[in-house]
């Protein structure tokens, strides 16, 4: 029996939309409050109890595993280019040995894997500083900025300046594998209180996103008026991710928590726990 509504953090970028685009909210008024925020603050707010489920950065899930479970079929994960994750820079990829990179300060699992990318595949000796997403004022003093999402999407429509290296097609090509920004997490006494809102809340999930990737014309009228750019675009972004969470997902997600591990960017090994609800019972994995 809950006490408040159940609260649901909503990244605020575009990459997350098709998930959230259906999703009849009247249908849980006074069940559900819907909260956004950039990756970053989504991450702090699950971890400290002040959201019960959220978009969050795959990293964040990683920080405080044993809090939360999986939501199933669920993320944002792409198979080579993803195009709204970019890093820029003054000189080619190969030359940026000893060089100053700004991160964008929304991020937690894209700055890692940049770290990842440097260090591991690289062996690059390279520094960071954590800066407001703007890619301009980032490269005054830099030789390479990283910016995610909305931010990166129009810097890399506007760049006319700089090199810039889809940080999923670098991934790709080091390891192989598909990579997993995003993950639909949700704290475990949720889940246990609201176990049956939760199975709602999820089926509105898939069912939104099933809805947005059959006919993408309405998402994409209302992304272009909102932020711009070509239809043809944005048709290309959303049809270019990966929405479901398969082995294929996971197994990335599993090769970028050990990486991470091993270079010491996490404690220890990340286990990838899935809620599992069936009509009888629910179980984590």
Not at 53 to 67: L, P, Q, R, T
Not at 89 to 96: F, G, H, Y
């Amino acid at each position: 029996m809950q006490d408040r509504p159940l609260r649901i953090g909503q990244n605020s970028y575009t990459n997350v939309l098709p998930v959230f685009y259906h999703v009849d909210r009247s249908r849980f008024s006074g069940k559900i409050d819907f909260i956004n925020q950039v990756p970053a603050k989504l991450n702090a707010a699950l971890a400290n109890g002040t959201i019960d489920v959220g978009a969050i950065s795959s990293f964040g899930y990683a920080e405080h595993f044993e809090n939360y479970c999986i939501l199933p079929d669920l993320s944002v994960s792409a198979q080579k280019k993803v195009r709204s994750l970019y890093l820029f820079s003054k000189r080619p990829l190969e030359e940026l040995n000893g060089a100053k990179i700004r991160m964008t300060n929304t991020s937690a699992t894209t700055v890692n894997l940049v770290k990842i990318i440097f260090r591991k595949f690289l062996e690059f000796q390279v520094s960071y500083e954590s800066h407001a997403p703007n890619l301009e004022e980032m490269m005054q003093e830099a030789d390479g900025a990283v910016l995610i999402g909305d931010d990166a999407i129009v810097a890399y429509r506007n760049n006319k300046t700089y090199y810039s290296y889809d940080l999923a097609e670098l991934w790709y090509r080091f390891t192989g594998l598909s990579m997993t920004f995003a993950v639909w997490a949700v704290r475990k006494e949720a889940i246990e209180q609201n176990g049956s809102l939760m199975r709602e809340v999820h089926a509105a999930f898939l069912e939104s996103k099933q809805r947005s990737l059959a006919n993408l014309d309405p998402l994409v009228s209302d992304v272009v008026g909102k932020i711009g750019g070509e239809p043809a675009f944005w048709f290309e972004y959303f049809r270019g991710l990966c929405y479901d969470f398969s082995k294929k997902e996971q197994e990335g997600l599993a090769y970028y928590f050990a990486c991470a591990t091993e270079l010491g960017l996490l404690p220890g090994p990340v286990p990838i726990r899935i809620w599992e609800d069936t009509v009888q019972h629910n179980t984590l994995r």
